[in-house]
């Protein structure tokens, strides 16, 4: 079985109902020619909901100060990233 995503484009989806309805978030994340995948351990939020980031198989980690409405690029070349931690 192969994971790839959609269009080769990274995006997060968020919730605010419980599940009933998605907002697709891309704004700072690769757009094209990305085979990123985050597993659920490689997401972490903070306790305010605001703080948030990311890692990906393929080294990739991202950042959002904002709830995930934009990212930004820590790196692009770590080792995969299984999991991650705000501390």
């Known amino acids: 079985m192969?994971?790839?995503p959609v269009?080769?484009?990274l995006c997060v989806?968020?919730?605010r109902d419980?599940?009933?309805?998605f907002e697709v978030l891309r704004t700072g994340l690769p757009q094209q020619h990305c085979?990123?995948?985050i597993y659920r351990h490689g997401l972490a939020v903070d306790e305010t909901g605001t703080q948030l980031m990311m890692g990906s198989t393929t080294g990739?980690?991202?950042a959002s100060s904002d709830a995930g409405d934009s990212?930004?690029?820590v790196s692009t070349?770590?080792?995969p990233v299984y999991a991650v931690k705000m501390g």
């Open 71 to 73: 990212w930004q690029t």
């Open 77 to 79: 070349t770590l080792p």
């Open 7 to 9: 269009d080769a484009a």
């Open 13 to 15: 989806t968020r919730t």
């Open 35 to 37: 085979y990123d995948l």
């Open 2 to 4: 192969r994971r790839i």
């Open 18 to 21: 419980g599940g009933q309805s």
């Open 60 to 62: 990739g980690v991202w």
